[in-house]
T-cell receptor, first 116, second 115 residues
């Protein structure tokens, strides 16, 4: 079974600085997707960024980028120019690529605090 | 286009009562997932349904929990004889097709409290 591990229960960063959240995963498959979700206090799950395993290029979305190391099974999220609105729980998630097995497997989460 | 709707947003039940959680997927979406989030934990998969079919229920507890997604109407997650350990946030997500490249869109969740 696939597992996702986030080893940092909490992280904090000064506003406008850069922070990196870590995620590792375990799988024997070659076709899969990786995601970072943000969960603010409202509890709404918001997709931040996704990465297809077959793509070598790291995904980026504005201030958010990932460092995808397929051989090391590592998928970290970098947030640049941190803003107060970035404060939230962040979850890394894995999903198999084949049809019929599409549940998301989540890590335990990292609580990110932004210091003004 | 309305997003995924869940109701109620908050539900309080006494031990032994039944809880019914509803999920209306986005328009055109025929695939629904249910996840449970215990306090201070990540989301855990429970069940995956397509219209009138349960595709994967490997995350569902064996007893007291059931789910359906009828041809018409919302998907329902039903918990019979609730216990304190069922207190959690329950999220549903919908997607339009089958395949790992389709995005799952999450509803706002239902927070169940068992007293």
């Amino acid at each position: 079974a696939q597992t996702v591990t986030q080893s940092q229960p909490e992280m904090s960063v000064q506003e406008a600085e850069t922070v990196t959240l870590s995620c590792t995963y375990d799988t024997s498959e070659s076709d899969y997707y990786l995601f970072w979700y943000k969960q603010p206090p409202s509890r709404q799950m918001i997709l931040v960024i996704r990465q297809e395993a077959y793509k070598q290029q790291n995904a980026t979305e504005n201030r958010f980028s990932v460092n995808f190391q397929k051989a090391a099974k590592s998928f970290s999220l970098k947030i640049s120019d941190s803003q107060l609105g970035d404060a939230a729980m962040y979850f890394c998630a894995y999903r198999r690529g084949i049809q019929g097995a599409q549940k998301l497997v989540f890590g335990q989460g990292t609580r990110l605090t932004i210091n003004p | 286009n309305a997003g995924v709707m869940q109701n109620p947003r908050h539900l309080v039940r006494r031990r032994g009562q039944e809880a019914r959680l509803r999920c209306s997927p986005m328009k055109g979406h025929s695939h629904v997932y249910w996840y449970r989030q215990l306090p201070e934990e990540g989301l855990k998969f429970m069940v995956y349904l397509q219209k009138e079919n349960i595709i994967d229920e490997s995350g569902m507890p064996k007893e007291r929990f059931s789910a359906e997604f009828p041809k018409e109407g919302p998907s329902i997650l039903r918990i019979q004889q609730v216990v304190r350990g069922d207190s959690a946030a329950y999220f549903c997500a919908s997607q339009t097709g089958t395949g790992g490249h389709y995005e799952q869109y999450f509803g706002p969740g239902t927070r169940l409290t068992v007293t």
